[in-house]
């Protein structure tokens, strides 16, 4: 009478590993197939000769067939761009760059964390405006599909 629930056991676990096993596999699926390859991109932030901290970094691509990507500088102001995961990289190709750093700061000039009351707090960019925009900002970066693409420093002034 024990054969029963022992191969019962058996074949449940066997289920639950095959059930991991295929579900934690990394094949594609419809959201990944056709996605254009990426490559690592990593780089600096610094304004004034000084690293911009928690600076929000946006990639355009010139390709059409290309896909944007982002990146958050560190207290260092590196960063490693995503596009589709953290820190997957970027499309082949030139790209676009634009920059901004903003926060919600109160009358005082203090930033805020949470905001309490409507008016009570503004947004506030941290660095020139030109940089938010790709056009303005005249920042282009060129991924290759061969290895990591260290950006090195990319230098902002006021």
Not at 49 to 64: N, Y
Not at 126 to 150: H, M, Q, R, T
Request: hydrophobic share 35%; charged share 25%.
């Amino acid at each position: 009478m024990n054969t029963p629930i022992v191969s019962f056991k058996a074949a449940l676990t066997l289920a639950i590993m095959t059930v991991a096993v295929v579900g934690c596999s990394k094949s594609e699926d419809k959201w990944t197939q056709g996605r254009p390859p990426v490559y690592p991109a990593s780089g600096y932030i610094l304004l004034d000769g000084k690293p911009v901290e928690k600076a929000t970094v946006t990639f355009q691509p010139d390709d059409p067939e290309g896909r944007g990507g982002y990146a958050t500088t560190d207290s260092n102001g590196y960063f490693e761009a995503q596009t589709y995961e953290p820190g997957d990289g970027l499309t082949a190709g030139k790209h676009l760059v634009a920059i901004q750093k903003t926060a919600f700061v109160d009358k005082a000039g203090n930033i805020v964390e949470e905001i309490r009351e409507p008016g009570s707090a503004i947004e506030k960019s941290f660095l020139p405006k030109k940089y938010a925009s790709f056009e303005k900002s005249e920042i282009e970066v060129e991924i290759k599909a061969d290895g990591e693409n260290d950006l090195g420093e990319i230098k902002l002034s006021e």
